[in-house]
């Protein structure tokens, strides 16, 4: 059974600071991996889509990657803002059976003006 | 599109009650997932459906919980009866079929069971 586990569960930064997100996982066997963005009583928001043969998936100023044997993700995020406040969910899909999704908790980040 | 939409956005009833959520996928999505969100449990996968047979739903917590997929742009999730610890978010999430392709969630239903 796929296990997600993101560190920090919640982090607070001054406005323009680099912060890294972390994601472990502990079946390495995986299609991709998803990254989101929930505000607070929204639905999800699809961030990055990295794939298994991926090493790195830009997106203006998010960056993720992927170290699939280790069963490890990072989300980069440059120069943070106010309104990157928001939960980040890590996904990934497994590759057995249906390719099912599983859900970390999330990192609640918020950016201090 | 406008998204995957699920209805009711908010829904309170009483313990005893027949609830049921509702969703449209996105068209040409013919992979459907529901998901049940606590602060406690995260997200967690209830049932997925593919060209409307259910596929797994090893995670519907009860038999109070049913869910259904009549027809491809159409779905319900059903609780009855309703009990105060099914109170959650509910999302519905859709895809494309395929390896590659990334998976569209709905705003989601908020109910409260007092």
């Known amino acids: 059974k796929q296990e997600v586990t993101q560190i920090p569960a919640a982090l607070s930064v001054p406005e323009g600071e680099n912060l890294v997100l972390n994601c472990s996982f502990t079946?390495?066997?995986?299609?991709?991996l998803q990254w989101f963005r929930q505000d607070p009583g929204k639905g999800l928001t699809s961030l990055l889509l990295?794939?298994?043969?991926?090493r790195e998936q830009t997106s203006g100023r998010l960056n993720a990657s992927l170290d699939k044997s280790s069963g490890r993700s990072t989300l980069y995020i440059a120069a943070s803002q106010p309104g990157d406040s928001a939960t980040y969910l890590c996904?990934?899909?497994?590759?057995?059976?249906?390719?099912?999704?599983?859900f970390g908790i999330g990192t609640k980040l918020q950016v201090i003006p | 599109d406008a998204g995957v939409i699920q209805s009711p956005r908010h829904e309170v009833t009483e313990m005893g009650q027949e609830v049921t959520l509702r969703c449209k996928p996105i068209?040409?999505?013919?992979?459907l997932f529901w998901y049940r969100q606590t602060m406690m449990r995260g997200l967690e996968l209830l049932i997925y459906?593919?060209?409307?047979?259910?596929?797994?739903d090893s995670g519907m917590p009860e038999d109070r919980f049913s869910a259904k997929m009549p027809n491809a742009s159409f779905s319900t999730l059903k609780i009855q009866p309703s009990e105060p610890r099914d109170s959650a978010v509910y999302f519905c999430?859709?895809?494309?079929?395929?390896?590659?392709?990334?998976?569209?969630f709905g705003q989601g239903t908020r109910l409260t069971v007092v």
């Open positions: 079946d390495s066997a995986i299609y991709n």
């Open positions: 068209s040409g999505h013919n992979s």
């Open positions: 990295i794939q298994s043969s991926q």
């Open positions: 999430a859709s895809k494309e079929q395929g390896l590659f392709t990334e998976a569209f």
């Open positions: 459906f593919n060209n409307n047979v259910p596929i797994d």
């Open positions: 996904a990934p899909r497994g590759s057995g059976g249906y390719q099912k999704v599983t």
